[in-house]
């Protein structure tokens, strides 16, 4: 019986997981229906039912 195929070795993780494309997403404070998201970090714009506003973090 021929000898098993080595494992290839694991590549650690060279960068970190993607973030979320830029949009309104679900706001993660929960007091609005959705927060917008700029590709990068929260911003204080917010919605709900339709009706935009501002709520910093």
């Not at 290839?8 to 973030?19: K, R």
Request: proline share 19%; charged share 15%; aromatic share 8%.
């Amino acid at each position: 019986m021929p000898p098993a195929p080595p494992v290839p070795a694991m590549s650690p993780m060279t960068s970190a997981p993607a973030l979320p494309a830029a949009g309104w997403l679900p706001d993660p404070t929960r007091r609005h229906e959705l927060r917008y998201w700029d590709g990068a970090q929260w911003t204080e714009h917010v919605s709900g039912n339709g009706v935009t506003g501002a709520d910093p973090l």
